[in-house]
């Protein structure tokens, strides 16, 4: 069964530090995954997307993602955190075409001052 | 241009009243999607529509969830007999149609049951 795990709920780093923020998928098939970010009373948004091009993905606001197919991972990092990135991060996965898009259970980052 | 709109932003309902949640997705977006936020957990799936028809209901949580889409366009989720548990934010997305496409998400409604 496909599913993604977001291994961390809260990830609290301080501003200027990197930040990583882990996924795990599960699948038979090559994946499309993204990461979405939502700030609060606010709907998703669309950081970053693979789908079986360059393994390293590059997201808005200095974001970016690895694919490796061999850990089954596609982790969130980003060199220097900033107080504008507290927010919630969702990983996702679709795996088929007319399937439905599995969502991670999210993970908050919190930036420290 | 215009993301996809949904509306009421809030809703407070007594149980038992039905609700309706409207959804306004990007123009030429052909796939709509809902899903369920409750606190503290994930997006939960609940229904997508492929222009008006709906591929994959498997989502919906109980007999008293319906939706439907008219015209390719607009979307709206019915609650029937609304429980306290239905309470949770509810979040429309819209896409191009592919499943591999980015979903753009409206700011959801926020529905609360007394």
């Known amino acids: 069964a496909q599913s993604v795990t977001q291994l961390d709920s809260h990830v609290s780093v301080s501003e200027g530090t990197p930040v990583l923020l882990r996924c795990n998928y599960s699948s038979s098939y090559s994946p499309s995954l993204f990461w979405y970010v939502q700030h609060p009373n606010k709907g998703l948004q669309l950081l970053l997307k693979y789908t079986s091009a360059a393994t390293l993905v590059k997201g808005i606001n200095g974001f970016e993602a690895e694919f490796k197919k061999s850990e089954t991972s596609f982790h969130l990092t980003k060199p220097s955190a900033h107080m504008s990135d507290a927010a919630e991060y969702f990983c996702?996965?679709?795996?088929?075409?007319?399937?439905?898009?599995?969502f991670g259970k999210g993970t908050r980052l919190h930036i420290l001052p | 241009g215009a993301g996809v709109s949904q509306s009421p932003s809030n809703k407070v309902t007594e149980k038992g009243k039905d609700v309706e949640l409207r959804c306004d997705p990007i123009?030429?977006?052909?796939?709509l999607y809902w899903y369920r936020q409750s606190l503290g957990q994930g997006l939960e799936f609940l229904i997508y529509?492929?222009?008006?028809?709906?591929?994959?209901k498997s989502g919906l949580p109980s007999d008293r969830f319906s939706a439907e889409r008219t015209g390719g366009s607009v979307s709206t989720l019915t609650i029937q007999r609304t429980q306290q548990e239905d309470s949770a934010v509810y979040l429309c997305a819209s896409s191009l149609g592919d499943i591999n496409q980015p979903q753009h998400f409206g700011d959801g409604t926020r529905l609360s049951i007394l």
């Open positions: 123009s030429g977006h052909t796939a």
């Open positions: 996702a996965s679709s795996m088929n075409r007319d399937d439905k898009i599995i």
């Open positions: 529509f492929q222009g008006n028809s709906a591929p994959d």
